[in-house]
């Protein structure tokens, strides 16, 4: 079955440290990959997305993520986080011929002052 | 540009009732997914519309129905209301029809079922 892991539901860290959110999928056909972000109370926002190309993609506000396709990794990474970063983060994937996004668990990411 | 918008932000019913959810797409948009999302959970996704037809279904049982009109805009219906529909209730709207064209989320409706 087709499926999306995020290794961790809670990532706290202090205001200007670097952060990794980790992502992982399953699937046996081509995959698009997406990280959405949702602060309190809110919808969800695209952070970034793959969908061919440089397997490097960046966000405006900072974060970037890596396709890895042998290690079937999606991480993103910030080098230095801010307290308006605090949100919950979720993974998506969609898979060839598939008409919905699979969403993670979600990563709950706490900045500290 | 508008986003994607959707009616009303808040709403409780009782088991049993029966509710309608709205999503205006945004401009250009022609597919429009529905997903809930349970409290500390991802969301899942439930039925995409494109063209006014239904193009996939999770797994949701047959009291979650839909539609989409011309204007491309889409209701959820769930009839029968349960406990655990309790959640936040997404529509993401995109253009084409291929998951490969990224989907926008509206801020969502949240249902609470006593």
């Known amino acids: 079955a087709q499926s999306v892991t995020q290794l961790d539901s809670q990532v706290p860290v202090f205001e200007e440290a670097p952060v990794e959110l980790r992502c992982n999928y399953s699937s046996s056909v081509s995959v698009y990959l997406f990280w959405y972000v949702q602060y309190p109370n809110q919808g969800l926002q695209l952070l970034l997305k793959y969908l061919s190309g440089s397997t490097l993609v960046e966000s405006i506000n900072g974060f970037e993520a890596e396709f890895n396709k042998s290690q079937t990794s999606f991480h993103l990474r910030k080098p230095s986080v801010h307290i308006s970063d605090t949100a919950e983060y979720f993974c998506a994937v969609t898979f060839q011929g598939a008409q919905k996004l699979v969403f993670g668990q979600g990563t709950r990411l706490t900045i500290n002052p | 540009e508008t986003g994607v918008t959707q009616s009303p932000t808040h709403l409780i019913k009782t088991r049993g009732q029966q509710v309608t959810l709205r999503c205006s797409s945004q401009?250009?948009?022609?597919?429009v997914s529905w997903y809930q999302q349970a409290l500390g959970q991802g969301p899942q996704f439930i039925f995409q519309y494109y063209r006014e037809e239904e193009n996939g279904r999770g797994n949701f049982p047959p009291r979650f129905s839909g539609l989409q009109f011309p204007n491309y805009s889409s209701e959820l219906n769930v009839n029968a209301l349960e406990l655990d529909d309790s959640a936040l209730y997404l529509c993401a709207s995109s253009l084409a029809g291929s998951l490969k064209e990224t989907q926008y989320f509206g801020p969502g409706t949240r249902l609470l079922v006593l």
């Open positions: 401009s250009g948009h022609n597919t």
